[in-house]
T-cell receptor, first 115, second 109 residues
């Protein structure tokens, strides 16, 4: 079974631009979460989607948005990029059958550098 | 607000020595806690969860509600245990995990 796939793996943008990151969850997983990882702040929760609905959102500005499609694939978008948005963005999926087990399956991440 | 604290950023031990990674949490409800691990050049993955009270790769973790701690222990560290370890607290309604800052474990031969 293929793991969580994130694209692109690396990208460089300049301030003010916008970026879209994509995540394909493990087949059958309907929950997709996004996390931002930085050396200073560690792993921070961005948002989580289930069946195309955002169920939870972290403390990030409105420039950070996401969506989920009917096939459970998810995208996140960051508009008006700032230098501080440089980070590794991790996507994780989980199988919810009878409740959440606590096991998130992570992708390798998309490393964004903002110049 | 929920918070997870891992006070040690780096733990360096010799092979065969015991290792203990500290994790403290603050949460008003009934906590569900997990340990995740990231080996070099691998993805972040679940190591163990407190609710199953299991031992994985020789690691155990006990939830102490009185001390609000969930420390990870292994009696005899191996070189393959060298990795980054994250303690995480689960909040219902949206699969949100709050992660600690992580502890890097280095097991020397």
């Amino acid at each position: 079974k293929a793991g969580v796939t994130q694209t692109p793996r690396y990208l460089i943008k300049t301030r003010g631009q916008q970026v879209t990151l994509s995540c394909s969850p493990i087949s059958g997983h309907r929950s997709v979460s996004w996390y931002q990882q930085t050396p200073g702040q560690g792993l921070q929760f961005l948002f989580e989607y289930f069946s195309e609905t955002q169920r939870n959102k972290g403390n990030f500005p409105g420039r950070f948005s996401g969506r989920q499609f009917s096939n459970s694939r998810s995208e996140m978008n960051v508009s008006t990029l700032e230098l501080g948005d440089s980070a590794l963005y991790l996507c994780a999926s989980s199988l919810e059958r009878g409740g959440f087990t606590g096991e998130l399956f992570f992708g390798e991440g998309s490393r964004l550098t903002v110049l | 607000a929920q918070r997870v604290t891992q006070p040690e950023k780096l733990l360096s031990v010799f092979k065969g020595a015991p290792v203990e990674l500290k994790c403290n949490y603050s949460y008003s409800g009934s906590p569900e806690l997990f340990w995740y691990v990231q080996y070099s050049r691998q993805r972040l993955q679940l190591l163990l969860r407190h609710i199953s009270r299991e031992s994985i790769k020789g690691f155990t973790a006990d939830l102490n509600k009185g001390e609000t701690s969930f420390h990870l222990k292994k009696p005899f560290a191996q070189e393959e245990d060298s990795a980054m370890y994250y303690c995480a607290l689960y909040k219902a309604a949206g699969n949100k995990l709050t992660f600690g800052g992580g502890t890097r474990v280095l097991v020397k031969p």
